[in-house]
């Protein structure tokens, strides 16, 4: 909604938002009164105070300030086509409440109130928040998600790297330059362990490299001859430690925490990786 002159505002009012619940001082315009109440955090609550005030002050623009700018209770506000949201940085609310509190001592209650006080008094420096696009938001959300997922991919690339080193090592270099390529976690599911890969046939392993695009014979020729090489298992780990004597149980840990951790950076690759999957070096 546009922004409307001030002696269009029907109300004025401050909300402090909270996972459960959100605190609200409504001062109606021209009034000196607060009225203070607590709404519960769920549709129903939200669309019958919207209603109400729809009611209460026949349509006209009510501008209300919150500590966010998105968020379903501003999903739920902007479907009000009356209210004008500001929206306040929760630094400037800070410095705001320091100026009456020193201690900055904070209090939900208060902190509607002071969210109300700045809206009144200073609404001429605050700006309106204008939704954006559909697709605009849209687009945030997907490069948002997309942001979590390329960190979450990090860090269980690092701790898949981290387990190989202690007790299959060869594995960072059969396995491809990238933890987190298609080939990568498809090589650790199909063979966690060395004694996994040893046993596969040369058959088998030279026909899984040539269907994840490894185009060069000399690289998979290099390989195989390296996988048949017989090794004994790593005694000692990265951080010195001595493995125990019976290897079996310590194999079968290391077997299941690879198979995990390469099927959880694998549960992000689009459907298509076979095609978008760069050829290996």
């Known amino acids: 909604m546009p922004t409307p002159p001030e002696e269009l505002i029907a ?7 909270a996972d459960d619940h959100h605190d609200v001082a409504l001062q109606v315009a021209g009034s000196d009164a607060v009225e203070a109440h607590r709404l519960a955090h769920t549709p129903d ?3 019958t105070w919207r209603a109400q005030l729809a009611a209460r002050f026949g349509g006209r623009p009510v501008a209300i300030a919150l500590e966010t700018s998105r968020g379903p209770l501003v999903a739920a506000l902007l479907e009000a086509p009356f209210v004008v949201l500001y929206p306040i940085n929760p630094r400037s609310l800070r410095r705001f409440r320091e100026a009456f509190s020193p201690s900055g001592a904070k209090d939900d209650a208060p902190d509607a109130r002071l969210l109300l006080t700045l809206l009144v008094k200073h609404h001429a420096q605050l700006q309106p928040w204008r939704p954006e696009a559909p697709a605009t938001r849209l687009l945030a959300y997907l490069v948002q998600e997309r942001r979590a997922a390329v960190e979450l991919r990090t860090a269980l690339t690092l701790q898949l790297g981290a387990a190989l080193k202690d007790y299959f090592p060869h594995a960072l270099e059969w396995a491809g330059d990238d933890l987190s390529a298609p080939m990568a976690t498809a090589f650790l599911q199909r063979w966690p362990t060395l004694a996994a890969v040893q046993r596969a ?18 690289r998979i020729a290099a390989r195989l001859a390296a996988i048949s090489v017989p090794r004994w298992p790593r005694r000692f780990c990265s951080a010195g430690r001595r493995w125990p004597r019976c290897s079996a149980p310590a194999s079968t840990r290391c077997d299941s925490s690879t198979r995990s951790i390469a099927a959880a950076v694998t549960r992000g690759l689009p459907r298509d990786w076979r095609r978008s999957a760069p050829r290996c070096r």
Do not use: E, N, P
């Open 45 to 47: 609550a939200l669309a």
């Open 11 to 17: 109300a004025w009012v401050g909300i402090d938002w």
């Open 201 to 218: 046939r040369v058959d088998t392993v030279r026909q899984f490299y040539t269907q994840h695009r490894c185009r060069s014979r000399a």
